[in-house]
């Protein structure tokens, strides 16, 4: 693969998470540890769209970039990973579900938890937090009809582009579920990134609209952050992941009900 990029995807840090984002989180001191791994790569840290304009030729690409982003704009995000990232100068990408937000709508499927507010997102924006959209509600964009997703799509840019005072460039994929069908109307709300989990290192050969993101898991440990950062230790996504992801879509359109919905990402 040329130039192997690393894109993290964190959700929750904290060392006292909600039992449903348990596996998904990692405490405060995990994190450091990660961000020190970051650190000892010598990689140049980027924001999602600050790497989109390398990609596209809008500002140099450097040679070896890491990204940092965050899914779903959980209330530790200010009180824990910020605090890590802004003592190391690390930029990074929140990507908020704006309908979750605790001072919002309140239209979110997301499980209860202690979330972000609509005001906290500027002052994170000045700190060196490059915010993304994750759709209003986090439902599975892949399983609902056209003029839904783009509710979801045009709700949430609607709502950080009031917060923050500006269009967000970014997105990314609830669930990490997209289909073409989607990424196309993503393209069509404005947004000219967008992020998805492939659980394989991205590359320039990655569409914009469908970077691969490796998750971190509540057991992900620093030496396999190290190897992800070496550009090894993360296989690229074989024709086998992709047989199998699609086997996983039908099984959640044949279960899609009210209580099937699971989970963030
Ligand atoms: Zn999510």
Redesign the pocket.
């Known amino acids: 693969m040329m130039n192997p990029v690393p894109i993290l995807l964190y ?1 929750s840090v904290t060392a006292d998470p909600a039992g449903w984002i348990a596996p998904y989180a990692v405490s405060p001191a995990t994190f450091a540890a990660h961000l020190d791994a970051v650190v000892a790569s010598g990689r140049e840290p980027l924001t999602v769209s600050q790497y989109l304009d390398g990609l596209t030729g809008a500002a140099p690409l450097p040679a070896r970039p890491v990204l940092i982003t965050v ?2 704009g959980f209330a530790d995000f200010a009180g824990n990973a910020l605090p890590a990232l802004a003592g190391r100068n690390l930029p990074s990408t929140l ?1 908020v ?1 704006t309908g979750a937000l605790a001072d919002g709508p309140h239209d979110s499927v ?1 499980p209860p938890a202690a979330m972000l507010r609509t005001t906290d997102l500027a002052g994170l924006e000045a700190a060196g937090v490059e915010i993304g959209a ?1 759709s209003h509600t ?1 439902r599975q964009l892949d399983l609902l009809p056209a003029r839904d997703v783009a509710a979801e799509l045009s709700s949430s840019g609607d709502l950080l582009a009031q917060a923050l005072g500006h269009r967000v460039r970014s997105f ?1 994929y ?2 990490s579920y997209w289909r073409a069908r989607v990424r196309r109307l993503v393209a069509e709300a404005g947004f000219d990134s967008a992020c998805a989990v492939g659980n394989a290192l991205s590359s320039s050969r990655d569409h914009p609209l469908s970077l691969s993101r490796l998750m971190v898991m509540a057991g992900t440990d620093a030496a396999t952050v190290a190897g992800w950062l070496d550009g090894s230790g993360a296989h690229a996504i074989t024709r086998k992941h992709r047989v199998l992801a699609c086997g996983w879509r039908q099984y959640r359109r044949a279960r899609q009900a009210p209580r099937g919905l699971r989970w ?2």
Do not use: E, I, S, V
């Open positions: 959700h899914d779903d990507y579900t997301l994750h986090h990314a609830p669930h963030p990402r």
